[in-house]
């Protein structure tokens, strides 16, 4: 979600106190169980506005951006059942261009991420021109442009490319946030974009992050907000001849959780599936940067 400027003190009081009051009430339907939360507190004022996040196969070892154009790496700390306690030393680095200059204001929208073979891959959600995807060898290193799809270029503003995942052949996927009847899912693969399927759109859930799990399912986090506060979906598809069956796992009311906007399907030591999530806190003291583990269902 693009950043927006600061809250005025007497606004962002009233807003704190309805998110308060949301939090208390909210509640969390689906198959799916928490298996933690953690809330994730730096002295690094750069350190927030997560947007896109990737987690290795140990459930530890994390890559993240920031929607101000940050490229961070770390650890969790994990307890002896797996939930998160803390986050070990974390680096950061500024997204480059192809030049290896930091990017300018209005290009430094980077929402979604997904660690492949070939290297870290960023999405950027702006108006064409802005709205791209880059590979990064490194971090820290230039950017290599990827090829851009036709669609890009009729992206809204604040609506575009905020998921980013790729397939276990290292296919890149993405798609926009907003727009149209249904919601176009690209894949990027052989050099060229196409559109692989579509995925029915709720009018009150907008798609922020994808992933495909290790069992070759694709998994869809959406946002909606109502009324003081945001509310989550985490829904599953599975293929199903021509068709994909879609399965809803977690629904959260308003103020459950904050603006989950990340996104990482992973096995724990014991085998079983699991989402870990991370909000995006708009650099707003009145929200936080959540990580929540919620143990999924086969």
Same mark, same amino acid.
Do not use: C
């Given at each position: +979600? /693009? /950043?927006?400027?600061?809250?005025?003190?007497?606004?962002?009081?009233?807003? &704190?106190?309805?998110?308060?009051?949301? #939090?208390?009430?909210?509640?969390?339907?689906?198959?799916?169980?928490?298996?933690?939360?953690?809330?994730? #507190?730096?002295?690094?004022?750069?350190?927030?506005?997560?947007?896109?996040?990737?987690?290795?196969?140990?459930?530890?070892?994390? @890559? &993240?951006?920031?929607?101000?154009? /940050?490229? %961070?790496?770390? #650890?969790?700390?994990?307890?002896?059942?797996?939930? =998160?306690?803390?986050?070990?030393?974390?680096?950061?680095?500024? %997204?480059?261009?192809?030049?290896?200059?930091?990017? *300018?204001?209005?290009? *430094?929208?980077?929402?979604?991420?997904?660690? $492949?073979?070939?290297?870290?891959? =960023?999405?950027?959600?702006?108006?064409?021109?802005?709205?791209?995807? +880059?590979?990064?060898?490194?971090?820290?290193?230039?950017? =290599?442009?990827?090829? #851009?799809?036709?669609?890009?270029?009729?992206?809204?503003?604040?609506?575009? +490319?905020?998921?980013l995942t790729a397939d276990a052949a290292g296919a890149i996927y993405t798609l926009p946030e907003r727009g149209g009847p249904d919601i176009p899912v690209l894949r990027l693969a052989g050099g060229r974009w196409? $559109?692989?399927?579509?995925?029915?759109?709720?009018?009150?859930?907008?798609?922020?992050?994808?992933?495909?799990?290790?069992?070759?399912?694709?998994?869809?986090?959406?946002?909606?907000?109502?009324?003081?506060?945001?509310?989550?979906?985490?829904? /599953?598809?599975?293929?199903?001849?021509?068709?994909?069956?879609?399965?809803?796992?977690?629904? @959260?009311?308003?103020?459950?959780?904050?603006?989950?906007?990340?996104?990482?399907?992973?096995?724990?030591?014991?085998?079983?599936?699991?989402?870990? +999530? =991370?909000?995006?806190?708009?650099?707003?003291?009145?929200?936080?940067?959540?990580?929540?583990?919620?143990?999924?269902?086969?």
């Amino acid at each position: +979600m /693009r /950043r927006r400027p600061a809250v005025g003190l007497g606004l962002a009081a009233i807003l &704190a106190a309805l998110l308060l009051a949301a #939090r208390v009430g909210a509640q969390a339907q689906g198959p799916a169980e928490l298996a933690g939360v953690h809330i994730w #507190r730096s002295t690094q004022p750069r350190l927030g506005g997560i947007s896109g996040f990737d987690l290795a196969p140990d459930g530890v070892t994390f @890559t &993240a951006v920031s929607d101000r154009g /940050r490229l %961070l790496t770390g #650890r969790l700390q994990r307890d002896a059942a797996g939930s =998160v306690t803390g986050t070990g030393p974390v680096e950061a680095w500024p %997204l480059l261009d192809e030049r290896g200059q930091p990017l *300018d204001w209005g290009a *430094d929208d980077a929402e979604g991420l997904t660690v $492949t073979a070939g290297g870290i891959v =960023v999405s950027f959600e702006g108006a064409a021109p802005y709205s791209r995807v +880059m590979r990064y060898a490194r971090p820290g290193g230039p950017a =290599v442009a990827l090829p #851009r799809a036709a669609e890009f270029d009729g992206f809204p503003e604040n609506g575009g +490319m905020e998921a980013l995942t790729a397939d276990a052949a290292g296919a890149i996927y993405t798609l926009p946030e907003r727009g149209g009847p249904d919601i176009p899912v690209l894949r990027l693969a052989g050099g060229r974009w196409s $559109t692989a399927f579509h995925l029915p759109r709720d009018r009150f859930w907008k798609p922020v992050a994808a992933d495909f799990g290790p069992d070759g399912r694709l998994y869809l986090l959406e946002r909606g907000f109502f009324g003081p506060g945001f509310s989550s979906r985490l829904r /599953r598809f599975t293929p199903r001849g021509a068709a994909l069956l879609a399965e809803t796992l977690l629904e @959260t009311g308003p103020g459950y959780h904050d603006n989950l906007e990340a996104l990482a399907i992973w096995r724990d030591g014991a085998g079983r599936l699991r989402a870990t +999530m =991370v909000s995006d806190d708009n650099f707003l003291w009145l929200q936080r940067t959540e990580i929540v583990d919620y143990r999924l269902p086969e």
